[in-house]
C-alpha cells in the first residue's frame, strides 16, 4: 500500500532531551516536508527537501533539524526540544515539487 | 507571499444537505489541493485540482485558476463530512488556508 509513515504517533518528552521522528515514504517521491499544526496557526512548513541530500528551510525552521540521506527517509530532528515546540507535526511528499502532496498520519508531540 | 482565504470558518448543517466552501488566493499558483481532516486529526487527500472541475462521489471541485478561486462542493452531507477542510496552493512553497469547520447534525 503506498504511504507515508511518521513514528512515534505520540510522544511527551522534557525540555532539552534531544528527539527524532521519523518519516518514511513507499511511492518513490522525490519531494519531502515538514509541517506544524497549532492552533489559530494553520499548518506552516518546517523544512523540505526537493530530493536526495537536498534540504532547505521553510517557513519556521527555527529548532529543527532534517536530513535526507535516502529516498525514502526524511526524519525531524529536535536536538533541544521547548515547550513551544509542542504541536501537531506532519510528513509529506509528492512525486516531485509542484505534485499533490500525501500526508502522514501526524505525530502529537508534547513538551513539558 | 501569496495568501489563501477560506470561507465561511465555520459551518454548522443537518445531515443531508448540501454546502459550497470557498477557496481564495491572491496570485497564481502551480497547483491547488484540498484537505479533509477528520476528528482524529488525519489529513485527507481530497481532490488536487490546479484547474477544471472534478467530482469524487458526493464531492466536487471546481478551481478557475484565471480568477484565483477554488470551490468545494459536498452534496448529501453525512456526519462523516464533520471536520476541517483546508485548501492548499503552491507557487514555489505551499501554503494553507486556514481552513472551513464543518460540523454535521445528525
Known amino acids: 500500500e503506498a504511504q507515508v509513515t511518521q513514528n512515534p504517533r505520540y510522544l511527551i518528552t522534557v525540555t532539552g532531551k534531544k528527539l527524532t521522528v521519523t518519516c518514511s515514504q513507499n511511492m518513490n517521491h522525490e519531494y519531502m516536508s515538514w509541517y506544524r499544526q497549532d492552533p489559530g496557526l494553520g499548518l506552516r512548513q518546517i523544512y523540505y527537501s526537493m530530493n536526495v541530500e537536498v534540504t532547505d528551510k521553510g517557513d519556521v525552521p527555527e529548532g529543527y533539524k532534517v536530513s535526507r540521506k535516502e529516498k525514502r527517509n526524511f526524519p525531524l530532528i529536535l536536538e533541544s526540544p521547548s515547550p513551544n515546540q509542542t504541536s501537531l507535526y506532519f510528513c509529506?511528499?509528492?512525486?516531485?515539487?509542484?505534485?499533490?502532496?500525501?500526508f502522514g498520519p501526524g505525530t502529537r508531540l508534547t513538551v513539558t | 507571499g501569496i495568501q489563501v482565504e477560506q470561507s465561511p470558518p465555520d459551518l454548522i448543517l443537518q445531515e443531508g444537505a448540501n454546502s459550497t466552501l470557498r477557496c481564495n488566493f491572491s496570485?497564481?499558483?502551480?497547483?491547488l489541493q484540498w484537505f479533509h481532516q477528520n476528528p482524529w486529526g488525519q489529513l485527507i487527500n481530497l481532490f488536487y485540482i490546479p484547474s477544471g472541475t472534478k467530482q469524487n462521489g458526493r464531492l466536487s471541485a471546481t478551481t478557475v485558476a484565471t480568477e484565483r478561486y477554488s470551490l468545494l462542493y459536498i452534496s448529501s452531507s453525512q456526519t462523516t463530512d464533520s471536520g476541517v477542510y483546508f485548501c492548499a496552493v503552491r507557487d514555489d512553497k505551499i501554503i494553507f488556508g486556514k481552513g472551513t469547520r464543518l460540523h454535521i447534525l445528525p
Open positions: 509529506a511528499s509528492s512525486l516531485t515539487w509542484k505534485d499533490e502532496q500525501y
Open positions: 496570485d497564481s499558483v502551480n497547483n
